[in-house]
């Protein structure tokens, strides 16, 4: 069992990692996922959500996942009205939250 990634304690990036591990078929689990709670006792690196992988076989291909992540550009996109329903919506999402239709 190795460790791929250790999140920041104010995100929930462990679980998109620990999905996307999940999409390619590579075992793994979220450890310290709920130590926040234990902060006044802890040390931020003690208490720190970290993904762990499950098969030592699996490390190098998590770590490309990893960091093809920690390496994507993301693009700020404007806002948009929806030709629905007429629903503003802002920049980041590509469906309505009014109606469900696509941009």
């Known amino acids: 069992m190795k460790r791929v990634f250790t999140a920041n304690l104010m995100s929930a990036d462990q679980e998109i990692v620990k999905s996307l591990l999940d999409e390619a078929k590579i075992p793994c689990m979220v450890r310290n996922g709920e130590l926040s709670m234990a902060l006044s006792e802890l ?3 003690d208490s720190s959500p ?3 992988i499950l098969n030592d ?3 190098a291909r ?3 996942i990893v960091e093809a992540l920690l390496k ?3 693009e700020p996109h404007e806002a948009w009205t929806c030709t629905n329903c007429g629903e503003e919506i802002e920049g980041q999402f590509t469906s309505c939250w009014n109606c ?4």
């Open 43 to 45: 040390t931020p690196s």
């Open 62 to 64: 998590a770590r490309e």
């Open 50 to 52: 970290e993904v762990w």
């Open 100 to 103: 469900g239709r696509e941009r």
């Open 57 to 59: 076989e699996d490390y």
């Open 72 to 74: 994507a550009k993301v």
